[in-house]
């Protein structure tokens, strides 16, 4: 008995020692230009915040990429600024639309060279639809940085298509009555340099084009427009 108690104890406790919690995720905070509503032809300055988690060790998941390979996640955001008739007289008789707010979710999958990513929001304030975002991208690295190039497709559901691109009867514009789908395509070059083992400075240049019915919709001055961000980024190891 004296052998068997210590015994017991020690065979309970490995598991507990063995599963070790760990968290490391990169949050990322800069500043972008787009267009002042999706369709305009005038650009504005915005808030840039990103996010990424490589390692999550809790509640039974085990996702590790250490590495920098394999499985990662993270959340997924997006702000878009009003857009009233005040501000855009072309918009007469068009709802305004609040300061828009998305929240939701990515998933991605890397290899040595390419990277493969698709993303989920919902609108939390300014509408309430549901957007996605697929994108894939080569790879170069060269030191301490990372190249990166490839292409996006947007996908919105009717309600989001709808707020933004639907022009009733009677406003200044032809009435049009815009569904979801595909409604935007593009390509992105990133550049990120890593500064240390913490921080690091990322850019791109983008450029996308409205298709489908957003880009038949009449609120669309330009199909096309053109994208920058500059970001800062600090990467957090945590082990518990």
């Known amino acids: 008995m004296r052998l068997a108690l210590p015994l017991l104890l ?3 406790a490995a598991p507990a020692l063995a599963q070790e919690r760990a968290l490391a995720f990169d949050v990322g905070l800069g500043v972008q230009s787009y267009a002042a509503y999706e369709g305009s032809d005038e650009y504005v300055p915005a808030p840039a915040l990103t ?3 490589t390692t999550f060790k ?3 998941l085990d996702i590790d990429r250490g590495d920098g390979l394999g499985f990662g996640f993270g959340p997924s ?3 878009l600024p009003e857009r009233t008739a005040k501000d855009h007289a072309r918009l007469a008789g068009i709802k305004d639309v609040d300061a828009a707010f998305e929240l939701g979710g990515r998933v991605s999958y890397r290899w040595q060279n ?3 990513w698709a993303a989920v929001r919902k609108g939390v304030t300014g509408h309430e639809g549901v957007v996605g975002d697929l994108g894939s991208d080569m790879i170069a690295e060269r030191g301490a940085t990372e190249f990166r190039f490839g292409p996006r497709l947007s996908f919105a559901d009717a309600e989001y298509v709808n707020t933004y691109f639907d022009v009733p009867a009677g406003a200044g514009l032809s009435a049009y009555d815009a569904d979801g789908g595909l409604y935007k395509v593009g390509l992105e070059f990133g550049v990120r340099h890593d500064l240390s083992d913490v921080w690091a400075v990322q850019g791109s240049v983008g450029w ?3 298709v489908g019915d957003a880009g ?5 001055q ?5 994208t920058v961000s500059v970001s800062l980024v600090r990467s957090f190891d945590l082990r518990f």
């Open 10 to 12: 020690t065979i309970s």
């Open 51 to 53: 996010g990424s988690v």
């Open 58 to 60: 809790m509640f039974g």
């Open 77 to 79: 955001f997006r702000a």
């Open 114 to 116: 390419a990277e493969a």
């Open 208 to 210: 996308t084009r409205l």
């Open 216 to 220: 038949d919709s009449p609120v669309v």
């Open 222 to 226: 330009s199909r096309d427009a053109g």
